[in-house]
């Protein structure tokens, strides 16, 4: 498993954060959403969400608002939450069950769950009206490892291409099987890209994290992803330290078999672009990024665990979240201090560490699909 992990990552010289205003500018927000949100994909939560017919998540991207629903052949639909009669929003719930239809609030334009035109009041007087020419507008959708994924762009990378670097490279936690049992929201002041950079380094450990540095050695990340829309490794544990939790000590039965190399690290992935993957021995946290406005975030925190979890007489998924969760607020404490610097007019480019070379390598990604996309658009 060792020799897996190459070290060869170096930080790129003269690398450096990125300029103010892409952080700050409502113009560069905009892009983004053009450019990254609507050509990438993007995780929407769990398919367990939606387990049965009928059941519907909805999630906003930007100012779209995306109708995720299992329809009756058990498959995942998602759809443009916006009726093709007179664009009213048909559902303004964030979750719920559908019957076998969905039916907008407004003129009671019906629909089935794959989106398909089934009743419209009176439209049989209407010369040429055909339904089949007015489906939902539907969305690209691909599912790995029990998460759902969208993208907006008619014509995607396809999802296999686009994620061949982590097909299976997480099967060992046996994702699609694992439960979430908690979940956190929060709503944070600092841009997303500063949360994504954030969790990509732990330079900030031993000032950020008093009681983090006490369990995992800050220095002792190892890189195998450090190229590209992926990037991550492993941090080890300390001697004596058997998991990230309040008690140091495993909180549920193992969520697979592991190596006893395995049970000494955690897993940390930084997804492009909104999905951060953090793979414990006993759960997996995951967060998802959900960007507001150039200086705001909602994130969503879940905690995953084996469906056997709570057969461990020392069950207690509480003991991860407390753990997590403060640690979460410290994180986005210092992400919003660095939204307020940023902002200054004072601010400029400065050198990254050693310690940084994930975030040298996510501005790259970052620039490059924004200039890209640009570039396509001229
Ligand atoms: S806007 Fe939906 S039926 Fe009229
Ligand atoms: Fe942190």
């Known amino acids: ?41 993007l995780c929407m939560g769990r398919t367990s969400e939606i387990a049965q017919p009928g059941e519907y998540i909805v999630r906003q991207v930007g100012q779209e608002s995306i109708l995720l629903v299992r329809d009756q052949l058990e498959e995942i639909q998602a759809l443009y939450n916006v009726c093709r009669h007179r664009g009213s929003r048909l559902c303004m719930q964030d979750s719920g069950k559908f019957g076998a239809s969905i039916q907008c609030p407004y003129h009671a334009w019906t629909y089935n769950l794959r989106g398909e035109l089934i009743g419209a009041p009176l439209m049989d007087e209407v010369d040429d009206f055909r339904k089949q020419e ?79 540095v006490r369990r995992t050695p800050y220095r002792s990340g190892q890189n195998d992803l450090f190229e590209g829309p992926y990037l991550g490794g492993f941090m080890e544990l300390y001697d004596g330290v058997e998991s990230m939790t309040m008690s140091s000590r495993i909180c549920a039965l193992p969520v697979g078999a592991f190596t006893d190399e395995q049970r000494s690290r955690i897993d940390y992935y930084a997804i492009f672009p909104t999905l951060l993957l953090s793979l414990h021995l006993d759960y997996v946290m995951f967060h998802t990024l959900w960007p507001l406005a150039s200086g705001e975030t909602r994130i969503t925190c879940e905690w995953l665990f084996a469906p056997n979890a709570a057969d461990s007489p020392d069950f207690d998924p509480d003991d991860a979240v407390a753990f997590w969760d403060m640690t979460n607020h410290q ?23 050693s310690a940084e070379s994930l975030l040298a390598a996510f501005d790259e990604e970052y620039l490059k699909r924004l200039s890209t996309a640009l570039r396509e658009h001229l």
């Open 134 to 212: 007015h489906h939902l507008h539907s969305i690209h959708t691909a599912q790995w490892e029990g998460f759902i994924f969208i993208n907006l762009s008619d014509d995607p990378e396809p999802f296999e291409q686009a994620f061949n670097p982590l097909i299976d490279k997480f099967s060992a936690w046996n994702l699609p099987h694992l439960l979430s049992l908690r979940r956190i929201d929060y709503q944070v002041k600092a841009n997303w890209k500063l949360i994504v950079q954030n969790y990509s380094e732990c330079y900030h450990c031993p000032l950020i994290h008093p009681d983090l």
């Open 1 to 41: 498993m060792a020799a897996y992990y190459k070290t060869a990552e170096t930080l790129k010289p003269g690398a450096q954060t990125l300029a103010g205003k892409y952080y700050v500018s409502s113009d560069i927000f905009d892009q983004e959403q053009g450019s990254i949100f609507s050509q990438s994909w």
């Open 331 to 353: 994180d986005w404490r210092a992400c919003e201090m660095t939204q307020l610097g940023v902002s200054s007019r004072s601010y400029s480019p400065a050198p990254y560490s």
